[in-house]
């Protein structure tokens, strides 16, 4: 199902004014655990997403996502039979630092990979710890697991996921044979300042 950001805003915000009741058998913060960490940097599956530092609001339109049909469960069909009561995990998980995932990267892939993020990205995902990174229009990518990146661009591409902009859809396009790797290498060279 596709709709506007406006009409998928105000279908979520019915749902956060669910009285909990009415959500059919709501996750513990264990079912959030099993899968991402109590400190939010995922467990051993490098499929799975860091999402300590991602301000709520857009873990909140992550969720919202997939109860929408704008994210499917590709990989994991519990994500998307867990995500209706999910609201209130997004500012557990935003009050925590992110923390480096402790993989490798190339320092010269990613001093390319810089220059990618600068033309087509910057402008919508900041690093977790920049200042105006609550209002920014994409979540960080900054810090984020590898593997987890190269899969989520890709869904892009499969047309497993919708480009909330239109300017997001365009710069995906644009990437070339090989700038994949130079952004993952980017961030994950990612550290969070001490």
């Known amino acids: 199902m596709c ?8 279908a979520y915000i019915v749902i956060l004014f669910l009285p909990a009741s009415v959500l059919a058998s ?5 079912t959030c655990d099993e899968c991402h ?28 996502a997939y109860v929408d049909g704008a994210r499917r469960c590709v990989r994991e069909p519990r994500m998307c039979e867990t995500a209706l ?8 998980y935003a009050a925590m630092e ?14 390319e990979g810089a220059v990618l993020h600068q033309r087509y990205c910057s402008r919508c995902h900041l690093p977790p710890d ?7 229009v994409g979540i960080p990518l900054h810090g984020q ?6 899969f989520a661009i890709e869904t892009y591409f499969a047309g497993d996921r919708e480009s ?31």
């Not at 960490?37 to 919202?64: C, Q």
């Open 130 to 136: 920049h200042e105006d990174v609550a209002s920014a």
């Open 3 to 10: 709709r506007s950001r406006t009409q998928r805003l105000l």
């Open 85 to 92: 009561a999910l609201s209130e995990v997004a500012e557990y």
């Open 26 to 30: 709501p996750p513990t913060w264990d």
């Open 37 to 64: 960490g109590t400190d939010g940097m995922g467990r051993e599956d490098t499929m799975v997403p860091v999402i300590a530092g991602i301000p709520a609001e857009h873990i909140k339109e992550a969720i919202f």
């Open 164 to 194: 909330l902009l239109e300017t997001m859809a365009d710069n995906i396009l644009k990437l070339e044979d090989g700038d994949l790797t130079l952004l993952v290498n980017y961030y994950s060279s990612y550290r969070s300042p001490d």
């Open 145 to 150: 697991r590898s593997e987890y990146l190269r």
């Open 98 to 111: 992110r923390g480096w995932p402790g993989e490798e990267f190339d320092k010269d892939l990613a001093a």
